[in-house]
């Protein structure tokens, strides 16, 4: 198995540009999670979805973030436009529904530069 | 008050030394319990549950103690490839998939 897939696994970018980060799930997780990890504020939830419907997305800091999974295989993580705040690594991670140990499975992270 | 809580480090120990760490959580409700282990630049993983009777794996250890909301994380015979940040991670339970990290601690092995 190839885990969760991330890409790019480094961006960088300038101050008002459109960032698009990507991931794919383990196949057969019916959960998908977006997180964001700062040194001053640790990880964060960002937004989950089951079965490809969002289902918290209290997480997302503002209306620049947006995130969609038009499939089970595929998600996507949008910033427009980006400000330099939102300098982070971004993970991506998936989880099977009904285990009690809730595990999930993160992506080795996109980390986001944006100058 | 944070939901969950965890005393940042670092904690530098040398090769064998037991350690352990403690995280509080806020939530007197939640079901779920677990450690999870970052490396320097890398992802999490799940390192361990933790249970209603505490669970062993090891030379590790973790406990649960509901009354005081706190749990906690032994290390016996410590390696210096158990240099990482250790990851208290609670889940409210309710059917919920949602979890909460803490921050972290980070805990130094030196030879």
């Known amino acids: 198995d190839a885990g969760v897939i991330q890409s790019p696994r480094h961006e960088v970018t300038e101050m008002g540009q459109e960032v698009t980060l990507r991931c794919k799930p383990i196949?057969?997780?019916?959960?998908l999670f977006w997180y964001r990890q700062t040194m001053m504020r640790g990880l964060e939830l960002l937004i989950y979805?089951?079965?490809?419907?969002?289902?918290?997305d209290s997480g997302m800091p503002e209306d620049r973030f947006s995130a969609k999974m038009p499939n089970a295989s595929f998600s996507t993580l949008k910033i427009q436009p980006s400000e330099p705040r939102d300098s982070a690594v971004y993970f991506c991670?998936?989880?099977?529904?009904?285990?009690?140990?809730?595990?999930?499975?993160f992506g080795p992270g996109t980390r986001l530069t944006v100058t | 008050r944070k939901e969950v809580e965890q005393d940042p480090g670092p904690f530098n120990v040398p090769e064998g030394a037991t350690v352990a760490f403690n995280c509080t959580y806020s939530?007197?409700?939640?079901?779920?319990f677990f450690w999870y282990r970052q490396d320097c630049r890398k992802e999490p993983k799940l390192l361990m549950s933790?249970?209603?009777s505490g669970n062993e794996d090891g030379r590790f250890t973790a406990q649960l103690n509901r009354a005081s909301q706190y749990i906690s994380l032994l290390i016996r015979d410590s390696k210096l490839s158990d240099s990482a940040t250790y990851l208290c991670?609670?889940?409210?339970?309710?059917?919920?998939?949602?979890?909460?990290f803490g921050t972290g601690t980070k805990l130094q092995v030196i030879p």
């Open positions: 991670a998936s989880s099977l529904a009904g285990l009690a140990e809730y595990e999930q499975y």
């Open positions: 196949s057969g997780h019916d959960y």
């Open positions: 979805f089951n079965n490809n419907v969002p289902i918290d």
């Open positions: 939530n007197s409700a939640s079901q779920s």
């Open positions: 933790v249970y209603s």
């Open positions: 991670v609670v889940n409210p339970g309710g059917g919920y998939q949602k979890v909460t």
